[in-house]
């Protein structure tokens, strides 16, 4: 038995952990997501767990034919993008950053807040580590200079629509979410169940093996994935840094780019993004 089929076989004996009459699939279209959908309906045909997924308005088109076509049901959003953005802002440098901010654009002057702001305690030793505003979000939110940012998109068009789905039908998410993808994941996913009882069994999947798989059995990976890494929703800053925004942007048509460009408008021009 090689790696790639020596994980597969743990990732059943994870699998034999829940009762899959009590999971849903969380079916965001993307890379990992589409491996567990096909270990539960090529490789160990487990019966019973319902592919659900969510039309946010923002994927890739490429993405969403993918939610379409392999999902059980699709779920929307109460809010469309631009109502969002004109209630609570736009995503910019991070989820927590952008949390941070809102919450200051928002009148908090909390202890906490202000020393995440500033950067300083207060007896006027620095803040350290990444958990502090980086220096352009710093200087133009305390000179008033900056748009109405906050990460509530995500909030509205993912986390809203999932959670009012689990209360309706009673299922608990298996989440295809990966503990060496990010920072914050790494310490968020540590074993296959979080506190709540989400089923994570994926989390200590490296990349390497993913691709190992997916090339072993010749999984079907979707055209965009030859041009960038991670993807789902089209330009969202959150994929900036690693220039997967502007990249982005180049597959997509004039008529989606135009709209997408029109939603970040403001967090491009901060972030230099350009379109
Ligand atoms: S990933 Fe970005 S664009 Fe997509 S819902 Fe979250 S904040 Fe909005």
Redesign the pocket.
Known sequence: MDIVDLYLYDLKTKFNKINPKEYYLSYSGGKDSHLLYWFIKEYAKIDGIKIIGIN?Y?EHPEIRDRIYKYCDKVLLPTMK?FEIKEKYGI?CFS?WQDDMISRWQNGSRQPYLIERVTGKFANGENVKGRFKLNKTAKELLLNNQIHKIS?K??TF??KKPARKFEKESGLKPILGVRGNESGLRKTQYTSCFTKDKKFTPLWDLTDDLENKIYEKYNIEIPKVYKYIERT???????GSYKHDTEKELKLINDKQKEFICEYFKESYKVLGIEV
């Open positions: 946010t923002m993008p995503p989820k990460p998109c995500c068009l993912k789902g929703c089209m330009g969202c800053p959150y």
